[in-house]
């Protein structure tokens, strides 16, 4: 049994939706960012940087991971699936991974911070993180114009991705403008593993944030404080 920690967040359901699709058993610890949860001294005990998510892998001596690409690579390692087995093909894989991890997780992030959160808006800061987000999609974008997912098979690199493309509302970027993103979007959503995920902690509403939850986004946006 694997006991998930986590938030209704991109982070999160990059966690969640691993799960789902390798079938492992798994509890969900719901950690309210709103509450500043992640902060508690029994959650830093799991992760010290005091973000979610976080697994403790009880079927192997109560193991810690922490950080959601790790958390990806050792899913996928522990089960032999959604990543190659192949140097090239694990080091295509890793380098898309990355690619989310150090772009375009932390610049659409910024993004909703400045666009949805931030207690004043910051004209500079929101068109700074849209555009750069923007450049991403672009990226992603020309590689699924002649890729069915971005590297070989349906991938560890494609549910961090998705986690993050498919609210492309949030950020403010219209998806008509990268279709081959958009395909690639649609495709990933009808899988029942997919859908199961993103309702991990609960259901959300991202995708339309014009009637977004606002108990929600006030209380997500007392995260930018913490």
Do not use: C
């Amino acid at each position: 049994m694997i006991d998930l920690y986590t938030w209704a967040t991109p982070n999160g359901w990059k966690a969640s939706i691993a799960l789902e699709e390798l079938g492992l058993p798994y509890k969900v610890v719901p950690i309210d960012l709103s509450t500043g949860a992640q902060k508690a001294p029994e959650f830093t005990a799991l992760n010290p940087n005091g973000r979610i998510p976080a697994i403790v892998d009880h079927d192997n001596e109560d193991f810690v991971v922490f950080e959601s690409g790790a958390i990806l690579v050792y899913l996928a390692e522990k089960t032999g699936r959604l990543m190659p087995t192949s140097a090239k093909g694990r080091s295509e894989v890793l380098q898309w991974l990355m690619f989310q991890m150090g772009g375009l997780g932390p610049m659409q992030g910024q993004a909703h911070v400045f666009i949805r959160y931030f207690p004043e808006k910051i004209p500079a800061a929101i068109e700074r993180y849209k555009n750069e987000t923007r450049r991403l999609y672009g990226v992603l974008d020309k590689r699924l114009a002649d890729h069915e997912f971005l590297s070989g098979d349906y991938s560890i690199a494609d549910i961090a991705h998705w986690s993050w493309a498919r609210i492309h509302n949030w950020a403010d970027i219209d998806g008509s403008e990268f279709p081959n993103m958009m395909r690639w979007i649609d495709q990933i959503a009808k899988r029942p593993a997919a859908q199961r995920g993103v309702d991990v902690p609960m259901p959300t509403n991202y995708n339309q944030p014009d009637a977004a939850d606002q108990d929600f986004v006030a209380g997500t946006s007392s995260m930018v404080t913490r």
